[in-house]
């Protein structure tokens, strides 16, 4: 099974739970026809089913081998491997008891029919994959499972058909077992497809992170150096370009801007390795995977911030920000899911900013023509979008200034700065409405200092904010406050609140920040 991803691999075990729950359910519906709708129907039960009641015996241990591994494979989903080797040992196992149930009345044996053996074993390869050789192994041992029930019935003192009926009727098992080896080589197959498919330069994805509005994040893996990595495809069609020349222009505006991107040395921006096209025209960006949760999900889950920890990471924020801006470059998507705190060696409560230079928009467009229709108001850019932004007017760094304010908002009341029922009502706002001091919303009092740099950084007029990122970091500095957020601090907060295995957390929301 090498030959398959291990993502592929987890989504046939996670069908094998599925399958095995679907065989519980015919066997249950076969005691529920032969012991409880036959008498009513006042029939023979030979006249039904050739299953007597004592087979009642061997569907609920068939039914209880189905439960244990469906319950097995949702525990084993970390060696899928394993578990779809369990299967070909479930499958056989589930052979023989229909075999035993088909044969329990041997002599309503009749040629020309199938036996439900023949489901089983052409449609378990399909569902669940496993090498040729193993599935040809379990197929044939499946086939000669109603010649085993015959041997049951005969060692149970029955008269059993001639042997020349008992070959010409289970012939087809045997033919269905030497077909289920086709399907196998198909999905094998494909899976050395998708292998060769998932190879980006010196990349290799490994598994699906999460999807998002322009592709998709998968966890890759270098194939000459020991370093995982955060891979983006961008894929032509999500970037709704009408034609080829625009797809090629938006794509060359990508390279430049990844170009541009792969200069900024901040600590606090995430790191771009590399970047290219694929033959298959999809853009790809590999970036640093990193480990820790972004300030979405931290206020979502662990309720609004301390005032000196809002301080501690606005201050690296700004560092990543102010990098950028003198190369030139706006980042146009600050926002809480896309500022990333993380454990990174001894260090704690450690931001990176991301998605820098990925996102624009074109200057002859104004956002409110792009937001009409909208509904997502929980994380899209709208919540956090500077005036001149949603008007249309040219932006610059001050932008991602107001932005940074409505994620210190966030994180010291839980609340956005505004709330609407549609994007463009909420747009609006950002143009027109004063925002409600943090203090007021939130209903808790705050550094009077710190409050007033927030009220700032959500002027209207770009003017009256600050005029760059390295401003607003020395005002946070300035800040007299009861209480620092230090090291010892972040440390025990991460140790009492991410006790869990890190890597495992950092996924889904490295793929809401990276893709959305």
Not at 135 to 158: E, F, K, N, Q
Not at 392 to 420: I, K, P
Request: charged residues 20%; aromatic residues 8%; proline residues 6%.
């Amino acid at each position: 099974m090498h030959e398959l991803p291990e993502d592929l691999l987890r989504e046939a075990t996670s069908r094998l739970g599925i399958l095995a729950l679907v065989w519980a359910a015919l066997f249950a519906i076969g005691i529920v026809m032969n012991d409880v709708v036959a008498p009513l129907l006042d029939l023979q039960m030979r006249d039904l089913i050739p299953w007597g009641r004592q087979a009642d015996v061997v569907a609920l241990l068939s039914i209880s081998a189905s439960f244990l591994l469906c319950w097995y494979t949702r525990r084993l989903s970390s060696c899928p491997r394993r578990a779809l080797d369990l299967a070909l040992v479930y499958e056989v196992f589930l052979a023989l008891g229909i075999g035993i149930a088909n044969q329990w009345e041997p002599h309503r044996l009749l040629a020309g029919r199938l036996s439900w053996l023949c489901v089983l074993i052409l449609t378990f390869p399909m569902i669940v994959p496993n090498t040729p050789r193993k599935t040809l192994v379990a197929s044939l041992l499946a086939a000669s499972m109603d010649p085993i029930g015959l041997l049951v019935a005969h060692w149970r003192g029955l008269e059993i058909p001639a042997l020349t009926l008992i070959v010409w009727n289970y012939l087809p098992n045997y033919v269905c077992a030497l077909i289920a080896v086709i399907p196998s080589k198909i999905m094998l197959r494909m899976g050395r497809h998708v292998q060769r498919a998932r190879e980006l330069g010196s990349y290799r994805l490994v598994h699906l992170i999460g999807r998002g509005g322009m592709g998709e994040v998968w966890h890759a893996t270098h194939r000459m150096l020991a370093r995982p990595a955060a891979i983006k495809l961008i894929k032509p069609e999500l970037l709704g370009t009408r034609n080829a020349n625009e797809t090629s222009a938006v794509i060359q505006r990508f390279q430049r801007e990844a170009d541009a991107a792969s200069c900024l040395q901040s600590p606090h921006t995430i790191h771009l390795y590399d970047f290219g096209e694929t033959r298959a025209g999809t853009f790809y960006f590999a970036m640093e995977l990193l480990e820790g949760l972004d300030l979405e999900t931290l206020v979502r889950d662990y309720g609004p911030l301390p005032p000196a920890r809002v301080v501690h990471l606005l201050r690296q924020a700004c560092h990543s920000l102010g990098e950028a801006h003198e190369y030139g470059l706006i980042h146009r998507d600050v926002k809480p899911a896309n500022i990333f705190i993380c454990h990174l060696g001894r260090e704690y409560d450690f931001v990176k900013v991301l998605d820098f230079g990925l996102v624009k928009y074109d200057r002859d467009e104004s956002i409110l023509d792009t937001m009409k229709g909208g509904n997502d108001l929980t994380t899209g850019t709208p919540a956090y979008m500077a005036p001149e932004m949603a008007s249309g007017d040219a932006v610059d760094g001050r932008a991602d200034l107001y932005a940074l304010g409505c994620v210190a908002y966030w994180l010291l009341t839980g609340e956005m700065v505004f709330t609407a029922e549609s994007p463009l009502k909420m747009l609006i706002q950002h143009i027109q409405a004063v925002p409600i001091p943090p203090s007021i919303r939130s209903g808790r009092p705050l550094p009077q200092g710190l409050e007033r740099i927030v009220l700032r950084c959500l002027e209207k007029d770009p003017a009256q904010r600050f005029q760059s990122a390295d401003e607003l970091r020395d005002a946070l500095d300035a800040l007299d406050l009861d209480e620092r957020w230090d090291v010892a601090q972040a440390k025990r907060w991460w140790g009492e609140h991410v006790s869990v295995p890190v890597r495992q957390r950092v996924s889904s929301g490295t793929a809401v920040a990276a893709v959305g």
